[in-house]
């Protein structure tokens, strides 16, 4: 399957950072990059080849950690290459890729051997790929050089010498077959052993003092791993600390290198947790799991957390 013999039959894509460039349940339509200039060019690219694709009779299948309403919104615009009529099947869920996948497959009543998976996530990859070794799992490169590689990759798995009038009504056809999928709620593939294989470091810091900058920007702008969606002005976080409060941030390392800042948590003077975010960009690490029980292990642990459930924050209230 890796030599790209041409005998691929559905692309199944991940679409934060894949599709387009940022994440649609924290940047919003309009922080989102698709057009063909600027960070949104690899990703015009890639919607490019999958609309010729497409057109040439392969099946596309999104499949994405997200609530419905919140992933379809870029395609409600219009402003795409690729509309949502362009898919055979659209899965938006918080539930295991490979359990999505393995469905679908069922559904098309195709062997798992004929999916392309691609996904710019090596931990959603690596979910797959450990569940369904059959199928062909590709990495979304992170920068322009790897573009051009990936398209002559998927090019040769999805290579037709012919295409028929068939070929170009198949979307429509299996669209009909598969109207009313729903995402299948199969827990997936245990993913802790290529988690320690990351050789991941969390640094947990005191920003009680000092320079929250990045910390205040999490808060501000993250809304799926959001404890209850509250917006805070660098001025009331200062408050907050000001009157006895603490605010702690953490930043995570592995084998890749550095993702940053990724955390930031806020506990009053009476010890409740009133604010804890962290980026889209490290779900699926279990970093909450490390983080929450070091929280009661301080001189001052918390009593209780101040949750409210908002239209994006699923992952949240999954983890509680």
Partial sequence: RTSGDGTA????TDLDETM??????????????????GRGFRHFLYQTLLRRLKDEGVLLAAVTKNDPEVALVPFQQGEMVLQRADFVAFLASWNAKSSQ??????????????????????????????ELPAVHAVQFPDSERGIAELLHHLTAMFRRTQVTAEDRERTALYQRRLEGLVPSDAAGADIAAFLRELDMSL?????????????????????????????LTDQEVGEILADGGSLFTATLADRTGSH?????????????????????????????????????????????????????????????
Avoid: C, H
Wanted: hydrophobic share 40%; charged share 25%; no cysteine.
């Fill in 9 to 12: 039959k559905v692309l199944v």
């Fill in 20 to 37: 387009w460039s940022g994440i649609v349940g924290d940047d919003g339509a309009d922080g989102i990059a698709y057009r063909a200039e």
């Fill in 101 to 130: 996948i393995q469905s679908l497959a069922q559904q098309l009543n195709l062997g798992l051997d004929a999916f392309v998976f691609v996904d710019d996530n090596p931990v959603e990859l690596a979910e797959v790929a450990r």
């Fill in 203 to 231: 640094t947990i810091v005191d920003r009680s003092t000092g320079d929250r900058t990045r910390a205040v920007q999490l808060l501000n702008k993250t809304n799926q791993f959001n404890l209850n969606g509250i917006r």
């Fill in 260 to 320: 940053g800042g990724i955390l930031a948590a806020i506990l009053d003077r009476e010890g409740v947790l009133t604010s804890m975010v962290m980026s889209s960009r490290v779900f699926q690490r279990r970093l909450e799991y490390a983080f929450v029980p070091w929280l009661p292990a301080q001189g001052r642990p918390p009593k209780r957390a101040r949750y409210v459930a908002t239209e994006r924050n699923t992952p949240t209230r999954r983890f509680l």
